[in-house]
């Protein structure tokens, strides 16, 4: 059974690399096309918008090597049998975020040759969300200033018990009496 998910594992790995080494060419290919046809005039390109393209290319192709390596599948070179899947590359985390990251690069590639260089402004939703990311898990919570700190405290600063579903349950039959229910007193 385990050896199952390993192969549809690395059904998927060879699935997602293969759009990723797609996705590193055809964005480029659109980016020149869309300029040729859209913003002629815009060729050839400015000093700055090639040094904006390479600057961001240069995370993008590190990153697309780092999801490769992670999730090129082995196998045995005479047999063909599968070795190792490789990392699963549909795990949340940080390689969906390498993911995230490679997408709005992508993105703003293709938007750059059609409509203008000022589609690179759409990269700083990357540094924002890191930064959100940051606050909310790290920093807010150090310094108290978490969200469930300002929920409390709106709620008068009163501890709300929780109580899950199979705990009220126990609770109605014990005070309908219900012989099934032992009494647990405080």
Request: charged content about 20%.
């Amino acid at each position: 059974m385990a050896h199952g998910a390993a192969k549809r594992i690395a059904l998927q790995n060879e699935q997602a690399l293969r759009n990723l080494r797609l996705g590193m060419f055809i964005p480029t290919l659109l980016s020149a096309v869309f300029r040729l046809l859209f913003r002629r005039s815009s060729l050839p390109p400015s000093k700055g918008s090639l040094a904006l393209y390479v600057v961001t290319y240069l995370p993008a192709l590190f990153l697309s090597r780092y999801l490769e390596r992670m999730g090129t599948t082995r196998r045995d070179p005479t047999t063909g049998a599968l070795i190792s899947s490789g990392e699963d590359l549909n795990q949340p985390g940080v390689t969906e975020w390498c993911f995230d990251i490679l997408y709005v690069t992508w993105a703003c590639q293709i938007g750059s040759g059609a409509f203008g260089d000022w589609v690179w402004w759409f990269y700083l939703v990357i540094p924002l969300y890191a930064g959100y990311k940051l606050w909310s898990n790290f920093v807010g919570p150090m310094l108290g200033w978490s969200r469930g700190a300002s929920s409390q405290s709106a709620e008068g600063g009163g501890e709300k018990e929780t109580v899950s579903k199979r705990q009220e349950k126990l609770r109605k039959r014990s005070e309908r009496g219900d012989p099934r229910v032992r009494s647990v007193r405080k």
